[in-house]
DNA sequence: ATGTCGCTCATTGAGCGA
């Protein structure tokens, strides 16, 4: 059974490309972020055709989250991250699918930082972790899978020292992703490859991608149950070598059955 | 500071967020 994340960067303008994707990989479950797409809008009749159920919250120009399931039943157990309800951002939605909880999340930018922007950042990671952690408590297996917009260490970045103020990789970030760690979840990809430079994002602009100065921001936290199933993961690179293709490269992981 | 995108509102370009 293969799990995948895709920050898409606007599901309606790369509509082509996440078709295309999804037909030369076959992935069982996905999680989308940056639908970028009002509900109406959301291309359900589209991913229909190509074989996929699905479930979405959507939101005007910004944000929005959507999981895929091909040929399986989805089950939503939850649209949006409690803990504050004047939080208007799609940013989290969750599912039950073939018996796993499956949490698909766009945690937010935070830049500027400081700022109000990264004050968001920070309150929401915190509500995840809280969140986080009562699915934990459930004994379920659990997989909390997108775009965390975290560089959990410096193999991460493919030059530290540039982004150390950046809100994607300042202190208090990487301290909240490592208290997830500490929580009992496990990093899927840094798990299989500990010393390995992998990268899912690269910036359009002053020609990263080719000159693969890239960031590892896209992943997969796994419940203890999960972890014990996971077989291997990749990152699909060569579609971020796509035309008009999204500033992230799809990643995915391999679970036993 | 810069760079390059998609989306929106409202006209062919500006502002925003990333």
Redesign the pocket.
């Known amino acids: 059974m293969k799990l995948a994340s895709y920050n898409v960067?606007?599901?309606?303008?790369?509509l082509d490309v996440l078709l295309r994707w999804l037909d030369e990989t076959s992935p069982d479950i996905v999680c989308l972020q940056e639908l970028?797409?009002?509900d109406a809008r959301f291309p359900e009749r589209a991913l229909e055709a190509a074989g996929y159920n699905a479930i979405w919250h959507g939101q005007?120009?910004?944000n929005g989250v959507a999981i895929l399931a091909r040929g399986q039943t989805i089950t939503e157990t939850r649209l949006g991250l409690p803990g504050d309800p004047d939080d208007t951002h799609s940013r989290y939605i969750e599912a039950a699918i073939d018996g796993m909880i499956i949490g698909c999340l766009y945690l937010?930018?935070g830049?500027p930082a400081p700022g109000p922007?990264f004050d968001y950042k920070l309150r929401w990671m915190k509500r995840f972790r809280q969140y986080a952690a009562e699915l934990f408590e459930l004994d379920v297996p659990v997989a909390l899978i997108g775009d965390f917009n975290v560089m959990p260490t410096d193999l991460d970045v493919y030059k530290p020292e540039r982004w150390r103020d950046d809100a994607l990789f300042r202190p208090e970030v990487r301290a909240v992703y490592a208290e997830l760690l500490a929580d009992g979840w496990t990093d899927a990809v840094r798990e299989l490859h500990p010393g390995e430079r992998i990268y899912t994002f690269w910036k359009?602009?002053?020609n990263a991608f080719p000159r693969d100065a890239g960031l590892r921001i896209d992943h997969f936290l796994l419940s203890p149950s999960l972890r014990e199933r996971l077989l291997s993961c990749g990152v699909d690179k060569y579609v971020r070598g796509w035309k008009?293709t999204s500033d992230h490269a799809p990643v995915w992981i391999e679970l036993a059955d």
């Open positions: 960067n606007g599901i309606n303008g790369r970028k797409s009002p005007k120009s910004w937010p930018n830049n922007k359009y602009f002053r008009h």
